[in-house]
């Protein structure tokens, strides 16, 4: 994945693909309603400079508590809501300019699957005519396009000739995120957004779609942006994972690199939360104290530093900054005790929480 400062549609080094999804300084501020009679009108900080790129083919996994704004960033990236600043870049065009067909077409090659798969379909559309209907919207004749259904629905394990004629009350939740997931690839679509969609499903249900979604990945060459709170399917599914805290990326690297060298102290207490078969996983960080604080007025510096067990005065007065950790170039973290400049008395120091 490349550096955030460095997040350039031209080629990488190393063989490595391109990047399909560059997205640089997005911003989003939700104006509160009531800001107080008089009073400076009042913003929360959902998105706040958020700047990553998606290799093609790759998977990368978002992960933070609820209102980290990993969500609102996803809505941003599918253009479902207008960006305050920043820009995208999609396939190496600037996103800001696509219009009408050319827009059209961006839509066809992003497509979303949420975590409602019940929300997400027609109550009166058979679930064939659903995964149909993409295409005959694109242009493709009806028989054509139902044929194309009922194979896709062959392909994500819901035999076409039991299940084409069915309604999305008729059928389980596995079996909805499914029809949803044979929706999207009718799109032909070459950027997938997974918000949260398997976070609904039982373990063994969950089990099988991520099955799916790995087996679809390799088969058509997708590129995945795969939302949730459960690093357990974060690590399973990603080949990068990003961390967000308050709006913000707190840290970023290829998944083994994170999962087994954290150098932010609330990834590792978001990975000490979970339960690990794997002793040599476990770490010795306390879980999260306390709830994030209020996104309306951020703390001043580093934005943890109320919950965070290495907090110094420097983590108040200086914001730090999402720099490479030493020795792994695609390792990116933001905090004071990776830079031995910051003036935190233990930065440098062999990491611990
Ligand atoms: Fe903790 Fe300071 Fe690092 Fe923030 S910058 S995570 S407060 S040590």
Avoid: W
């Amino acid at each position: 994945m490349n550096t955030p400062s460095q997040a350039s549609p031209a080629p990488e080094r190393g063989g490595r693909p391109q990047p399909l999804l560059v997205v640089r300084d997005l911003k989003k501020h939700f104006p509160v309603r009531d800001s107080g009679f008089g009073g400076p009108r009042k913003f929360v900080h959902a998105v706040d400079g958020v700047n990553f790129s998606v290799p093609k083919g790759k998977t990368l996994g978002i992960v933070g508590e609820s209102g980290c704004g990993k969500s609102t960033t996803a809505r941003l990236v599918a253009r479902l809501m207008p960006a305050d600043a920043g820009s995208l870049i999609f396939d190496g065009e600037g996103v800001a300019e696509f219009r009408g067909l050319h827009l059209k077409e961006f839509r066809r090659k992003l497509q979303m699957v949420f975590q409602d798969s019940f929300a997400s379909l027609n109550p009166r559309l058979t679930i064939a005519e659903t995964v149909a209907y993409g295409p005959r919207v694109h242009g493709t004749p009806a028989a054509k396009a139902m044929q194309q259904a009922r194979e896709l629905l062959d392909r994500v394990g819901l035999d076409a000739a039991n299940f084409a004629n069915r309604y999305p009350h008729e059928l389980s939740g596995g079996q909805r995120q499914r029809v949803n997931i044979a929706r999207a690839l009718a799109y032909d679509p070459q950027l997938v957004i997974l918000d949260e969609a398997v976070a609904a499903l039982d373990k063994s249900v969950q089990a099988q779609v991520l099955n799916l979604l790995q087996e679809l990945k390799a088969e058509r060459g997708l590129t995945y942006l795969f939302i949730s709170h459960d690093l357990h399917v974060v690590h399973y599914l990603s080949d990068y994972v990003m961390v967000m805290y308050l709006g913000q990326v707190i840290e970023t690297g290829p998944v083994e690199r994170i999962y087994g060298h954290t150098a932010h102290p609330y990834t590792r207490a978001l990975l000490s939360a979970v339960p690990s078969m794997d002793p040599a996983r476990r770490t010795e960080a306390s879980p999260l104290a306390g709830d994030p604080p209020n996104p309306i007025n951020p703390p001043s510096g580093c934005r943890f530093r109320d919950r965070c067990p290495r907090a110094h005065a420097v983590c108040a007065d200086r914001a730090p900054e999402l720099a490479a950790i030493h020795g792994a170039p695609e390792h990116f973290a933001a905090c004071h005790l990776n830079d031995t400049a910051s003036g935190h008395p233990d930065a440098g120091q062999e990491f611990s929480a």
